[in-house]
C-alpha cells in the first residue's frame, strides 16, 4: 500500500476505513466493488485466509488499530505524493487514472479480472 498515489483511490479507501461496517461488495456499484478489490488485494498480498473480500473485511473491522495505522499511512502517503493523477478514457468502471501507481494486481482487479481475493490470472491479461 505504500505505492498509493491516487487521489481518488485514496478517498475512497479513507471513506471505507473510517465506517462503523465493514463494506459489502453487493451493495457497491462495479466501480467501487473494484476499488475494494484492489484494496483487498494490496493489504491481504492477494491471498487471505478468509477466501473472500467479505471475510477479509469482517476480520479487519475487527481490528479497529489496524484501520486507524491504515488511516495514517494515507494521511502520509497523501502528503508525499507528487502525483498529478488525471481522469483516463477508461470505461467509468474501470478506477484507474493517468499517471498514478498500481501493482500489478491491483490492474488486475481494476479491470476485473477478480475472484474474491485471488487474481484470476497469474502471468497476463488478454485482450477482449
Known amino acids: 500500500m505504500s505505492h498509493v498515489d491516487d487521489p481518488s ?4 479507501t479513507r471513506a471505507l476505513l473510517i465506517a462503523d461496517a465493514p463494506p459489502l461488495e ?3 456499484d462495479e466501480r467501487r466493488r473494484r476499488l475494494l478489490t484492489m484494496l483487498g488485494w494490496g493489504l ?3 491471498a487471505a485466509a478468509q477466501g473472500s473480500l467479505t471475510g477479509y473485511f469482517d476480520s479487519l473491522w475487527r481490528e479497529s488499530a489496524v484501520r486507524a495505522e491504515l488511516l495514517e499511512l494515507l494521511g502520509v502517503l497523501d502528503a508525499r505524493s507528487r502525483t ?7 470505461p467509468a468502471e474501470i478506477p484507474l487514472t493517468l499517471h498514478a501507481r498500481y501493482s500489478r494486481q491491483e490492474i488486475i482487479a481494476a479491470l476485473g479480472y477478480a475472484d474474491g481475493v485471488k ?4 502471468r497476463s491479461v488478454a485482450a477482449a
Do not use: D, E, I, Q
Not at 9 to 12: F, I, V
Open 119 to 122: 487474481p484470476k490470472v497469474a
Open 84 to 90: 498529478r493523477a488525471a481522469t483516463s478514457v477508461l
Open 26 to 28: 453487493a451493495k457497491f
Open 9 to 12: 483511490a485514496s478517498r475512497s
Open 44 to 46: 491481504a498480498s492477494g
